[in-house]
């Protein structure tokens, strides 16, 4: 059985308040989009992994490795899989690769083994795996908070481009948020971003894009800010950092912006990648 895991992209993340345990309350809109990886999992008598990517780990720091053992611990069943991961999301880039193909997973799983998982038990299963996994378990646009495990789905009614451009270096999730400073903290519209999709409200998006995390990012990894400016000098609508980064999207809706723009980016050394909101 095979299984596309879609990366995301965060239209608008806010970065509420750091919990007594560490992690951070959130608050965010987040959607999937067409970009994925494609994960195979065949029923087998040992769990294996086998990756096109040879510095990816294959053990338990791997995530699809780490959601079979959640999913056996947490449903009593025995069962091992034989795994084959085409990876094409880039890691450290905040598109979330690692929790979608975890995410793909546990929704074959859910299939093979016939469990008839409700849609609540698949988050709460998830959320044992990382944070951004009950997300790309439902593969919607969602309004999503706490710390990731929070998720009200809504219907998307806006229809733009997206560019992916990754700077060469990727960033440390733990060093963004260990890095945030609470006192001069950008705080976006989140709520604006979300009735702005839901309105089909286009100009609504682009003012509304927003990242607490991005004048961190900026400062760890400078190619960020680089590649912010390049896209806004080429004519894109909006720009914004994907969640922790380095990722950076620009959003238009002019197909020939994309296509030069494309060619340009990829022509500077980076990871590019054209794509779209998923299709619902």
């Known amino acids: 059985m095979k299984e596309r895991a879609y990366a995301k992209i965060n239209l608008c993340l806010d970065v509420i308040r750091r919990r007594e345990d560490g992690y951070h309350n959130l608050r965010m809109v987040m959607v999937p989009i067409d970009f994925y990886d494609v994960l195979e999992m065949i029923p087998s008598t040992e769990t294996t992994m086998v990756l096109n990517r040879s510095y990816l780990p294959v053990d338990d720091k791997n995530t699809v490795v780490k959601a079979i053992h959640v999913m056996q611990e947490r449903y009593g069943f025995t069962q091992n899989f034989a795994c084959t991961l085409q990876k094409?999301?880039?890691?450290?880039?905040?598109?979330?690769?690692?929790?979608?193909?975890?995410?793909?997973?546990?929704?074959?799983?859910?299939?093979?083994?016939?469990?008839?998982?409700?849609?609540?038990?698949?988050?709460?299963?998830?959320?044992?795996?990382?944070?951004?996994?009950?997300?790309?378990?439902l593969n919607k646009p969602a309004l999503v908070e706490g710390i990731g495990e929070i998720i009200t789905p809504f219907e998307c009614r806006c229809d733009f481009g997206i560019l992916l451009v990754k700077p060469r270096r990727g960033v440390s999730t733990k060093a963004a948020f260990g890095?945030?400073?609470?006192?001069?903290?950008?705080?976006?519209?989140?709520?604006?971003?979300?009735?702005?999709?839901?309105?089909?409200?286009?100009?609504?998006?682009?003012?509304?894009?927003?990242?607490?995390?991005?004048?961190?990012?900026?400062?760890?990894?400078?190619?960020?800010?680089?590649?912010?400016?390049?896209?806004?000098?080429?004519?894109?609508?909006?720009?914004?950092?994907?969640?922790?980064?380095?990722?950076?999207?620009?959003?238009t809706r002019s197909p020939r912006l994309l296509k030069d723009a494309m060619g340009l980016m990829r022509a500077n050394g980076y990871f590019v990648r054209s794509t779209k909101i998923l299709d619902q």
């Open 88 to 137: 094409h999301i880039p890691t450290q880039a905040g598109l979330a690769g690692g929790s979608a193909d975890a995410a793909a997973a546990i929704r074959m799983m859910n299939r093979i083994m016939r469990l008839n998982l409700s849609e609540s038990e698949l988050i709460e299963t998830a959320r044992m795996v990382g944070a951004d996994v009950p997300f790309c378990t």
């Open 179 to 251: 890095g945030l400073n609470f006192d001069t903290l950008v705080h976006p519209d989140v709520d604006g971003m979300k009735t702005a999709l839901e309105t089909g409200d286009y100009d609504g998006v682009v003012n509304h894009l927003g990242n607490s995390l991005e004048e961190v990012s900026l400062g760890l990894v400078e190619e960020i800010r680089d590649v912010r400016e390049s896209l806004a000098e080429l004519g894109f609508d909006g720009v914004l950092m994907s969640g922790s980064g380095s990722t950076v999207f620009g959003i």
